[in-house]
């Protein structure tokens, strides 16, 4: 099976630079996928990273060492909306056939003025 | 120009009843996924479809049944709900698995 390992929350200032862990075991892995949920919305997907290395989107990086099995994602210049959810979630595959996502659950990112 | 489309939003039922959640996308996708999303935000994958047929279920109870009339269209149907079945549910569809595109969500409360 999947774990997934993230902290429960986490709080920063606007214009810091936050990062937020994501330590996983599973058997099989194919990568590694971000995704950002605000209070009653739906999760949308942020980056995915399939080897190891930072791939960097605008104000968001998320990074990936598949031999220690963990990856961040990186938030800069923090703004009030990214206040949010954020969930990593593993692509292995699963018992029936092909493969699947297993989330993490998930990060509460806190912006304060 | 909706991508993922669920209904209804929200659904208030009694324990035992039986009630459907309809998903649509347009995107053109092959594969469609339904998700349980409980109170403290855990996301677990109950269903998978691709082009209407099952490839993943995940030790889900018999009283959940997916049905998937075209590859747009992911419904799922619930008998006797129980209180445990509280949670929001929500429809994804992909054509990349590592990037599924979310429905709103439908937000099932049994009392």
């Known amino acids: 099976g999947q774990s997934l390992e993230q902290p429960s929350e986490v709080t920063a200032v606007e214009g810091a630079i936050v990062q937020i862990n994501c330590t996983y075991q599973t058997s099989g892995f194919y990568g590694l996928s971000w995704y950002q949920q605000h209070d009653g919305g739906a999760p949308t997907f942020l980056s995915y990273?399939?080897?190891?290395g930072l791939e960097e989107t605008g104000r968001f990086s998320s990074f990936l060492s598949r031999s220690d099995s963990y990856g961040y994602l990186l938030l800069q210049e923090l703004q009030m909306k990214d206040s949010a959810s954020y969930f990593c979630?593993?692509?292995?595959?699963?018992?029936?056939?092909?493969?699947?996502?297993?989330f993490g659950g998930g990060t509460r990112l806190m912006v304060k003025p | 120009d909706t991508a993922v489309s669920q209904t209804p939003k929200y659904l208030v039922t009694q324990m035992g009843n039986d009630k459907s959640i309809k998903c649509e996308q347009n995107l053109g996708h092959d594969t469609m996924y339904w998700y349980k999303q409980d109170s403290k935000k855990f996301l677990k994958i109950m269903f998978s479809y691709n082009n209407k047929e099952l490839i993943i279920n995940e030790t889900v109870p018999n009283r959940f049944s997916p049905k998937s009339p075209d590859k747009a269209h992911l419904n799922l149907h619930i008998n006797s709900l129980e209180l445990g079945d509280s949670a929001v549910y929500f429809c994804a569809s992909s054509l990349l698995l590592n990037e599924q595109f979310f429905g709103p969500g439908t937000r099932l409360t049994v009392l």
């Open positions: 990273n399939a080897l190891d």
């Open positions: 979630a593993v692509r292995a595959p699963n018992n029936n056939a092909g493969n699947m996502l297993t």
